[in-house]
């Protein structure tokens, strides 16, 4: 069975401080996706980035970066300098095989970005 | 906006009854998934429906079900309702529910089980 673990439930810090969200989880599949989710205050859920299983490299998008390490099951995600609008639940998610939606979630991380 | 539209977005109702949440994916999307948000289960996927078939299917009640019509919304119906029942029910829908594929989510239906 698949498990994504979230361990930090609620992160709080200041504007344009960095921040880390971790993602640990456990698959048997050799072939899987993972992904980040971000759901604001509003609730709508917006999908952040997706990341096979055969592809390692760290991706960055504006302030966003991912870090995948197979080695240690782990797909963690920073914010640099981040911001108020930032302020979010975000949920990290594993699907195996091919369908992108049949997914298991964590169960999220509340970040709260200060003024 | 994603999109996606979802139908109603609140629903009151009573243990024992019946509802029917409505969704319309973006235009072009043929698959349609439905996920249950609840504080005890968390986010859950249900079901999946590609171009009116049933694709995959995660951890749905026999108590609900789902289909998806000709014009490719979705409704799903959730029956002999339970306290427990009350959540946020999302919608998303994407191309055709293949792996690279990006998923646009609705805003959601709280549904409260009274």
């Known amino acids: 069975a698949q498990k994504v673990t979230q361990a930090q439930t609620e992160i709080s810090v200041v504007e344009k401080e960095d921040v880390t969200l971790d993602c640990v989880y456990e698959?048997?599949?050799?072939?899987?996706?993972l992904f980040w989710y971000k759901q604001p205050p509003s609730g709508e859920l917006v999908f952040l980035i997706r990341r096979n299983s055969f592809d390692e490299q760290n991706e960055i998008s504006g302030r966003y970066s991912w870090n995948f390490q197979k080695s240690t099951s782990s797909f963690n995600f920073t914010i640099t300098a981040s911001q108020v609008v930032d302020s979010a639940v975000y949920f990290c998610?594993?699907?195996?095989?091919?369908?992108?939606?049949?997914?298991?979630f964590g169960d999220g991380t509340t970040l709260t970005v200060k003024p | 906006d994603s999109g996606v539209t979802q139908t109603p977005k609140h629903l009151i109702t009573a243990t024992g009854q019946r509802v029917t949440l409505r969704c319309s994916p973006r235009s072009g999307d043929l698959s349609v998934y439905w996920y249950q948000q609840s504080l005890d289960q968390g986010l859950q996927f249900l079901i999946q429906?590609?171009?009116?078939?049933?694709?995959a299917k995660g951890n749905i009640l026999e108590r609900f079900s789902a289909q998806q019509f000709p014009d490719l919304h979705s409704e799903l119906n959730l029956s002999s309702l339970e306290l427990g029942d009350s959540a946020l029910y999302f919608c998303?829908?994407?191309?055709?529910?293949?792996?690279?594929?990006?998923?646009?989510f609705g805003s959601g239906t709280q549904l409260s089980v009274l």
């Open positions: 429906y590609y171009n009116g078939e049933e694709r």
């Open positions: 998303a829908s994407s191309v055709g529910g293949g792996p690279n594929e990006k998923l646009f």
């Open positions: 998610a594993l699907s195996e095989g091919f369908n992108a939606g049949k997914s298991t």
């Open positions: 698959t048997r599949d050799t072939t899987y996706y």
